[in-house]
């Protein structure tokens, strides 16, 4: 199992879901690549630690998949997230949040506070967070996160970020700050 391979040696992927049955040997495993510096491009990589389980003597079965998407880039981390919320629009609850429209599809996630606010479509905000004056379509934004008289657009926000007056797309990592106002 190859991380990213330079050159592929077959047309299997790993896609980043794993159902592992014997934790006991993974964490060996995991403990085994950081104690020896196992390092693949700088880092430490979860394909290490399984290759080495299979180097061990444990098995491994495949399955197919219908779609990959390479959630590392922006763009499909943002067309991921509204086929996913596409898909889940019938199970959606109804949110009701002081004058506010709500478009769905939307995933807005618990003790969020929303308020005079545009959110749709496909909007994920995580839990905690806080939106005011704000309008926002295709984004993402993390838990505990505070928006305030903006307009984003095909934006990822980070947790614990704040921003307030506004008109941008952005990628901002979590714990970030920014005022514009």
Wanted: proline residues 4%; glycine residues 6%; contains cysteine.
């Amino acid at each position: 199992m190859v991380e990213k391979p330079r050159i592929p040696k077959s047309n299997l992927a790993l896609v980043g879901v794993y159902k592992l049955t014997d934790i006991p040997k993974f964490i060996e495993s995991l403990t085994y690549i950081i104690d020896n510096n196992i390092r693949t491009r700088d880092e430490y990589q979860l394909s290490d630690a399984l290759m080495y389980m299979v180097e061990q003597g444990t098995k491994f079965t495949t399955c197919p998949i219908e779609n990959w998407f390479d959630c590392g880039k922006k763009d499909i981390l943002l067309e991921t997230n509204a086929m996913l919320l596409k898909r889940k629009i019938k199970t959606e609850p109804e949110y009701l949040f002081e004058n506010t429209i709500i478009i769905q599809p939307v995933s807005i996630g618990e003790n969020c506070s929303i308020k005079n606010s545009i959110i749709g479509p496909n909007v994920s905000v995580g839990d905690n967070s806080t939106l005011n004056y704000t309008i926002v379509r295709n984004s993402i934004i993390g838990n505990f996160a505070s928006i305030e008289e903006a307009v984003l657009h095909r934006s990822i926000i980070g947790s614990d970020a704040s921003i307030k007056g506004l008109s941008q797309s952005l990628n901002i990592g979590d714990n970030t700050e920014i005022d514009f106002s």
